[in-house]
């Protein structure tokens, strides 16, 4: 049974001041309703005036989508009722849309795969409840019009998308393209949110609503699809609905069936002119976006394919990166994509707590041969564990010092008493066995002698010095 | 900035006014201290504004709509607030939710509506300028009524900024007055570009009318004077024109075959955007609270069923069903259809006459409770819509008189000119006089 999937996404765009007003967007940590006025606050007789920056930024996103953008797109009022709602209308677009007919290209399931992307158009956030005195039986509600006025893109797409995790590609491309146009900060609440539509071949199609997380995109539609191929399995038809998705369960549940939906009698809004920015279009000049410069990192800095995905996947990822590629592209790709994006991982960090010159600063350690690998490890470790309580950390170097993580290197000679040599030594004497393993032939044997004296030495021997002063030992004493 | 004082304790006997200012505030400027009327649905800081409804009763706007802040800034005292129709929904301010205003010429008969306090104000001699508001004819019908000069500007000369919205696509804030000069002066102070109401026109008004009207073209639509105006009126309007005929224009007849569709055309307009501009009005911010026990939607249900009169509740009812999908097509797309005819029919008009003449109100003032279906209400805008409809200026300047009772001369013009129509009106109140 064939998947079909298409999103309704609604982005945040990151303008300083709202949609049809001047109250100012950054609202974080502030007390409810300090940030509104009468426009919007939707106070009988205030007007909308249009803000020229989020045009300009929902116009970045349609030429970036490659959509053709209309001669003119027209403002409508979506009429509902709701408690945060404040005019009883919220100003979108409907049947004159900003842009259509674009697409984007994605990572698909058998090799690259466009996207086609139906139409973007600009929006206005209403208010938000707040419920007090217990999320399942509130006593009241209250309301904050704080966000009222948010401006929003809402971006759709023809149902191209043939699984979950096609789904997830998208949207990670998708941010990816608006972070890099410098229209979006996806670390920002209510950034993002996702209404998914989703059938199997042949059956009828549900619309799962209020998706607000990427990973809850993938977890909505793989339950979403079981739950419809369980029930054609049975012989159950799957009925025409709105669900919701219980993030914290993973499942989705019935929100109303099709027959009472909604009519919100969209029609023209009055008091704002039609929009004509057809000419304004073409002189938009865009940034570099991810595919660009995944190229320019494989041209410029040598780096992987894999390396190049990874590390322009993410604007703070990649604008990192070229902090740091100075000191050694190779290297630096290499600890960037595999060792610092896990290790922020498994910390739930973002990149942007960690400092580039703490980083560019370890990366020489590295490249100098001041450090190990293994050490590497350990210092980065020290560091992220620093910054993500304090905020601050060590330098690198200071790091090692107090650690004593720098490099002892065996000398050259024969019966040399440097610590490398004694580290073998004792290694030999406590393993007479490997030794005598590795005297019969068994070449894993000395193997694990290094890893004794690596050991011993808390990683700060080169391996290769390791492993030359291992040999000289075991074959003198044959 | 050295405000002074102007006692204002008028004899309100015919219930223009909702609210009294006692002690109102003045500066400097064009209009210092001459009291001013405004109608209640234009906001206004710190005074109650509830476009006489109950569901907005005791709402004190915090802030100046933007016509109230260009008359503060010349001076004028803001002296109260004049009562209306609901909303602006009626022709007779019968609808008010705290009781109608008589007409100052004959209380026994309703002043006009909607802006029929600010008229009756004038009328009355309370206040010598007064604001409207005319979505369909509510500054001109009070006037005419009333027997005083009202101005419904083009559609964007004057700032919507702070009016409580009816039909926000029809709806102009206008100049009242006794004479044509006081409605030029007026005009001269609120019509200005407004950076906050995004329809708004750079187009500022100065202008000393003149009553040379040698030569203007007055195009005379037949259907101005079709089947429902009443003789008498027509007679008197027809003398009307004959006068400025005689002061050197030149009276063309014409047809106007749009004027069919135009009164349907605006009713679902208007009430397709009152539906969406009343929906705000649920008790969650104004008016007394819902019953907070009951689910919201109930709570919504229960408290715009007892906040909103009969007329707001008809019009917001008809106008949801008109903008509803499956219906959306049916009324209100044709009624745009219907629309930009009436436009065309008066460009091809304005292509062969400078102004076009004609009644203001098929008959004059109603008595009390004479028009109780409402069909028969609406029918008495016919003559006052298409200029709505089009947003052309058109002004109504008192004509004369039948059995006492004022009635109104009609003059529409060009779009943006709103001088010509003050100009021809001047020469007609002048010539008059004479």
């Not at chain 1, 399931?109 to 707040?130: F, N, Q, S, W």
């Not at chain 1, 322009?312 to 290297?331: N, Q, W």
């Not at chain 1, 004794?452 to 030992?473: E, N």
């Not at chain 2, 202008?207 to 007055?218: A, K, L, N, S």
Request: aromatic share 8%; hydrophobic share 35%; with cysteine.
């Amino acid at each position: 049974m064939n998947v079909i999937v298409g999103l309704e996404i609604h982005c945040q765009l990151d303008t300083a001041t709202k949609l049809f007003c001047g109250c100012s967007t950054d609202y974080r940590d502030d007390a409810p309703n300090t940030h509104v006025c009468p426009v919007c606050l939707g106070l009988p007789g205030a007007l909308p005036v249009l803000n020229r920056r989020a045009v300009e930024y929902a116009l970045r996103v349609a030429k970036a989508l490659h959509c053709s953008v209309p001669e003119e797109s027209v403002f409508a009022r979506k009429n509902y009722f709701y408690p945060d709602l404040n005019k009883g209308f919220q100003i979108t677009q409907y049947d004159k849309p900003l842009a259509v007919s674009g697409y984007l290209d994605i990572e698909g399931d058998d090799g690259e795969k466009r996207v086609r992307i139906a139409r973007v158009h600009i929006e206005e956030d209403p208010g938000r409840l707040v419920h007090k005195g217990g999320s399942d039986r509130p006593r009241y509600s209250l309301v904050d019009y704080n966000r009222a006025g948010i401006p929003l893109i809402e971006i759709v797409t023809e149902p191209d998308l043939r699984s979950p995790q096609e789904a997830r590609r998208f949207l990670n491309k998708l941010r990816a393209t608006l972070e890099y146009l410098g229209v979006f900060d996806s670390e920002k609440e209510g950034s993002l949110r996702v209404d998914a539509n989703v059938s199997l071949e042949g059956s009828e199609r549900v619309e799962i609503k209020n998706i607000t997380s990427y990973k809850g995109v993938e977890k909505a539609l793989t339950f979403e699809i079981t739950r419809q191929k369980n029930a054609i399995r049975r012989g159950q038809k799957v009925v025409r609905e709105t669900r919701h998705f219980v993030e914290a369960r993973g499942v989705t549940t019935s929100a109303r069936s099709k027959e009472m939906e909604q009519d919100y009698r969209y029609f023209p809004e009055p008091d704002l002119p039609p929009l004509r920015v057809s000419d304004w279009v073409d002189g938009i000049v865009l940034p570099e976006l991810p595919d660009a410069r995944r190229q320019r990192f494989m041209d410029q800095y040598g780096c992987s394919p894999i390396h190049a995905r990874t590390l322009t996947g993410d604007i703070r990822i990649a604008e990192f990166y070229e902090k740091v590629a100075g000191i050694d592209p190779a290297l630096a790709a290499t600890w960037v994509a595999d060792t610092l994006l896990g290790e922020l991982n498994y910390r739930d960090m973002s990149i942007s707590a960690v400092p580039p010159e703490i980083f560019a600063g370890l990366l020489s350690l590295l490249k100098d041969r001041a450090i190990t690998d293994r050490s590497g490890v350990e210092v980065l470790r020290v560091i992220l564990d620093e910054l993500k309580e304090t905020g601050t950390c060590e330098t690198p170097e200071a790091c090692v010092g107090r650690l004593g993580l720098r490099v002892i290197s065996a000398s050259g000679e024969e019966g040399g008493d440097d610590p490398v040599t004694r580290a073998a030594r004792e290694a030999i004497e406590e393993n007479p066995q490997a030794a005598e393993d590795y005297r019969n032939g068994r070449k894993e044997a000395l193997n694990y002698l290094v890893g004794q004296v690596m050991k011993k030495t808390r990683g700060c021997a080169k391996p290769a010095d390791v492993h030359r002063v291992l040999l000289r030992l075991l074959d003198k004493g044959k | 900035m050295g405000a002074e004082t102007l006692d204002f304790r008028p004899d309100d006997k015919y219930h223009a006014f909702l609210k009294i200012v006692p002690e109102a505030q003045y500066g400097p400027g064009r209009l210092s201290g001459v009291p001013v009327a405004v109608k209640d649905n234009i906001s206004t800081a710190g005074i109650e504004t509830t476009c006489a409804s109950r569901i907005l009763s005791g709402y004190v706007p915090p802030y100046d709509a933007t016509v109230v802040s260009l008359l503060k800034a010349e001076g004028a005292a803001i002296v109260g607030k004049t009562n209306m129709d609901e909303f602006g929904m009626g022709s007779t301010t019968e609808n008010s939710a705290f009781g109608p205003t008589l007409n100052p010429r004959d209380p026994g008969r309703v002043p006009g509506g909607s802006s029929g306090g600010s008229a009756a104000a004038v009328a009355a001699g309370l206040v010598p300028l007064a604001l409207g508001t005319d979505t369909g004819g509510s500054i001109r019908c009070p006037a005419a009524f009333c027997g005083i000069v009202g101005l419904k500007p083009t559609y964007g000369r004057v700032s919507r900024y702070g009016l409580i919205a009816y039909g926000n696509s029809l709806e102009q804030v206008g100049p009242m007055a006794a004479t044509v000069s006081g409605v030029n002066l007026l005009m001269s102070v609120i019509c200005r570009h407004d950076p906050r109401d995004s329809t708004s026109l750079d187009a500022p008004y100065s202008h000393t009318p003149t009553m040379d009207i040698r030569g203007t073209r007055v195009g005379v639509p037949e259907e101005f004077f079709g089947e429902g105006v009443e003789p008498r009126v027509a007679s008197v309007v027809w003398d009307a024109i004959s006068l400025l005929e005689r002061k050197g224009a030149e009276v063309v007849t014409c047809r106007m075959p749009s004027m069919e569709y135009a009164l349907a055309a605006y009713y679902v307009t208007c009430m397709s955007e009152a539906s969406s501009n009343l929906a705000r009005f649920d008790g969650v911010r104004y008016g007394p609270p819902p019953d907070h026990r009951k689910p919201w939607h109930e709570a919504f249900q229960e408290r715009r069923r007892e906040g909103f009169g009969v007329e707001v509740r008809r019009r917001i009812l008809i106008g949801t069903f008109a903008l509803s999908s499956g219906y959306y097509g049916k009324y209100y797309a044709k009624a745009q259809a219907a629309r930009r005819n009436v436009r065309r029919d008066f460009l091809r008009l304005f292509s062969e006459v400078d102004v076009i003449a004609g009644p203001t109100m098929p008959t004059v003032a109603f008595r009390f409770g004479e028009k109780s279906d409402p069909l028969s209400m609406y029918l008495s805008d016919i003559l006052t819509v298409p200029a709505n409809l089009a947003g052309i200026p058109a002004i109504s300047v008192p004509c004369g008189k039948v059995e006492g009772l004022p009635v109104g001369l009609q003059i529409m013009g060009r779009w943006l000119e709103d001088e010509r129509v003050v100009d021809v009106a001047y020469a007609y109140e002048q010539g008059a006089g004479q």
